[in-house]
């Protein structure tokens, strides 16, 4: 009989080499098996070890793995083109980059020129991979394709392929493209079963109610949320978590009554106006909690699976809604993390210990776990640092420091810091309010490919005349030109 963990040793050392070996590399298909095992897995280090020595396969990869860092979006950008090499290197190196470009608007538009060339530079039908990355681009740029030309390319794609087949969603982004809304969502409801990116083109095609539309489709899921993709299922959940908040739902219903006509109006209209403002409110309320209880659901689907992607959101959840959830659970849930990534889970510490509704807020543990982090060089140090002040953690909120910080990230093309900013600048006290550059900074994190500032973004338009939010589109056409 077999030793039972003879396999699991021998595969240890095939891996990560042994004990005695403090210098141990991987290969690139030992990298492929550790990423597929962990997302998170520490093989950066090897990665460019690779990737420097020429290898267009590692370029690929470690690109793959810093397009997941907004910091490290430019060097992924220039890997997927070396790795590409105008055609003569890994032709899927470009299938990568149209899946990155495809979740900024702002990168799109900056690469347009190259992706047209680089079309010219292989044979779509030759092989699988080439038509998979013909795809890719199809989806990001579908105005580089003809009509024709995209249903032979999906028509292929139909009869290669034997499972979970993403040809719904290609259709669906053709008849968008054709101007055909109805038969786009048709499509993009059938592939969302299977391809987590149908989730927001569905979501953004529903229209002006598009928020209670989504929420009616999801709750028609809930019967197959067992059987469908973890990358689909977290997608839905983290859609419904955007929703959730009073903010975005206070958009879908009218303006109250303006404070200031009150003094014109006689006190039974004062009052009816005031029952009209209370039963809207809760009306708001129960919508939120309806949202939440969804939101709940998809994400424990992820959670139960041990899906890490899902474990985070879940715990952000939780720190967002405190009130709902006890800190006992909380650090439960980081545990779970921490054996997948800790990396991720020491980041995630710093936040549950600025949690003010729960007993466990310890401030200054926050701060030196936080400056911990950045002595290691972890690249989301800096936010955090700014996220403390901003918070106030150890005095009262800096919110000026937490601008400072935010800014030269933004420099850099973080749309986190954009939203950040805009969150600052927006609900802010009077000395930081600034509804124009709030609203700039918005949009420009949306460009950027931040899908939470949607929600604030239209909120502020709705307050600002129209010649502020002219001056506030031109001043995000300038933070966009400065980018890097």
Not at 195 to 218: I, N
Not at 295 to 309: A, I, M, N, Y
Not at 397 to 421: C, V
Request: aromatic share 8%.
């Amino acid at each position: 009989m077999r030793p039972p963990r003879l396999l699991p040793l021998a595969l240890a050392v095939l891996l990560f080499g042994s004990a005695g070996s403090a210098s141990a590399t991987l290969g690139l298909e030992q990298i492929r098996y550790a990423l597929q095992h962990n997302p998170a897995a520490p093989v950066e280090a090897d990665l460019r070890r690779l990737a420097a020595r020429g290898d267009a396969g590692a370029r690929r990869l470690l690109a793959d793995v810093l397009a997941e860092q907004p910091a490290g979006r430019p060097e992924a950008i220039a890997l997927y083109q070396q790795a590409f090499a105008d055609g003569q290197g890994d032709i899927s190196a470009l299938g990568g980059l149209a899946r990155l470009l495809e979740r900024s608007p702002h990168l799109q538009r900056r690469q347009l020129a190259y992706v047209r060339q680089a079309l010219g530079r292989f044979v779509p039908a030759r092989d699988l991979a080439s038509l998979a990355t013909a795809l890719d681009v199809f989806v990001t740029y579908p105005q580089l394709f003809d009509a024709d030309s995209a249903m032979t390319l999906i028509a292929l794609h139909q009869r290669s392929c034997l499972w979970r087949c993403a040809t719904p969603f290609y259709r669906g982004v053709l008849a968008e493209r054709q101007g055909d809304h109805a038969a786009a969502l048709a499509w993009y409801a059938q592939a969302i079963r299977f391809e987590p990116r149908a989730v927001e083109r569905y979501y953004l095609l529903l229209g002006e109610d598009r928020d209670r539309r989504f929420a009616a489709f999801a709750r028609t899921l809930e019967a197959e949320a067992a059987a469908l993709p973890l990358p689909v299922i977290h997608r839905i959940g983290s859609q419904l978590d955007s929703l959730a908040n009073r903010e975005a739902v206070a958009l879908r219903y009218p303006l109250p009554p303006d404070r200031r006509l009150a003094v014109e109006l006689s006190e039974e209209e004062v009052g009816f106006h005031r029952q009209q403002i209370e039963r809207v409110s809760a009306e708001i309320d129960a919508e939120v909690a309806g949202l939440r209880q969804q939101t709940r659901f998809w994400l424990d689907v992820g959670v139960e699976r041990g899906w890490l992607p899902a474990l985070v959101s879940r715990l952000n959840f939780m720190t967002s809604t405190p009130n709902e959830h006890s800190p006992a659970d909380a650090f439960a849930l980081l545990e779970r993390i921490a054996a997948l990534d800790p990396e991720q889970a020491r980041s995630l510490r710093a936040g549950l210990h600025l949690v003010t509704a729960w007993p466990t807020l310890a401030p200054h543990t926050s701060a030196q776990l936080i400056e911990e982090m950045a002595a290691a060089g972890h690249p989301g140090a800096v936010l955090q640092r700014a996220n403390l002040y901003s918070h106030g953690g150890l005095g009262e909120p800096d919110q000026f420091k937490a601008l400072e910080i935010y800014q030269a990230l933004a420099r850099d093309g973080s749309a986190t810091a954009f939203y950040r900013m805009a969150g600052i600048l927006s609900g802010g006290r009077a000395i930081c309010r600034d509804p124009v550059r709030a609203y700039a900074y918005a949009r420009t994190a949306l460009a950027l490919g931040d899908s939470r500032a949607r929600t604030l973004s239209a909120s502020l338009a709705r307050q600002l005349p129209a010649e502020q939010i002219a001056a506030a589109r031109r001043l995000e056409r300038d933070l966009l030109e400065q980018l890097p």
